[in-house]
């Protein structure tokens, strides 16, 4: 069973335009949300993250927004770049735990 | 001046064959892991090791050793290959073993086996 869920596998945007990742999650125990971002034959690098007691967190032209009774967390890009164009990752962990929970990542394409 | 590296990028083996795949970091974090990328594309953790200790290991089969001979290596050993075990293999580590702290990736290691 996958607890955290990407449902888009892929998102084309114009550059200068916002893009919108979706993430959905079903374990209530999750406490703190991360995203990653992915070049080809990298490995994933941290973007920006958000604790479960807020319900958006900026960063530049990221931001996270959790909505907690939906189970749901989205990542704003705006605007969008060519150099955004990558696959995105989002993970959760688990209160009290040690580990991150990933989903399956959604690969973002930003046109010229 | 890589932060965690790993050896080799790709790996392509006969089943049945015994392998290891080597990751060393030089940021001086105190927990590595290991993350197993599998065809539908989850990253999924395998291991997780804090100052060269066992503190997480997932449903893994016993063909998966990780070796840790120092804080700054976790290595992992594959015996007996089977064509389920290729996917592409992720190192990382963290100045702690709290999951909020931003992991640290390698840049992988694809796995194929025939």
């Known amino acids: 069973d996958q607890q955290v869920k990407q449902n888009s596998p892929s998102l084309s945007v114009q550059e200068g335009r916002i893009s919108i990742l979706n993430c959905d999650y079903t374990?209530?125990?999750?406490?703190?949300f991360l995203w990653y971002k992915k070049y080809p034959a990298e490995g994933p690098t941290f973007l920006i993250s958000?604790?479960?007691?807020?319900d958006k967190n900026e960063d530049g032209r990221f931001t996270v927004f959790l909505n907690k009774s939906a189970k749901h967390l989205s990542l704003h890009i705006v605007p969008s770049q060519p150099g955004d164009s990558a696959v995105y990752f989002c993970?959760?962990?688990?209160?009290?735990?040690?580990?991150?929970?990933f989903g399956q990542g959604t690969r973002l394409t930003i046109n010229p | 001046d890589t932060a965690v590296s790993q050896t080799p990028k790709y790996l392509v083996t006969q089943m049945g064959n015994d392998k290891s795949i080597k990751c060393e970091q030089n940021?001086?974090?105190?927990?590595m892991y290991w993350y197993k990328q599998d065809s539908k594309k989850f990253l999924k953790i395998m291991f997780s090791?804090?100052?060269?200790?066992?503190?997480i290991n997932e449903t893994v089969p016993n063909r998966f050793s990780p070796k840790s001979p120092d804080k700054a290596h976790l290595n992992l050993h594959i015996n007996s290959l089977e064509l389920g075990d290729s996917a592409v293999y992720f190192c990382?580590?963290?100045?702690?073993?709290?999951?909020?702290?931003?992991?640290?990736f390698g840049p992988g290691t694809r796995l194929t086996v025939l």
């Open positions: 990382a580590s963290s100045p702690e073993p709290q999951g909020n702290n931003e992991q640290f």
């Open positions: 374990n209530s125990m999750f406490d703190y």
């Open positions: 958000i604790s479960s007691i807020k």
């Open positions: 993970a959760a962990r688990i209160q009290g735990a040690q580990k991150l929970v």
């Open positions: 940021l001086g974090h105190d927990t």
């Open positions: 090791y804090n100052n060269k200790e066992l503190i």
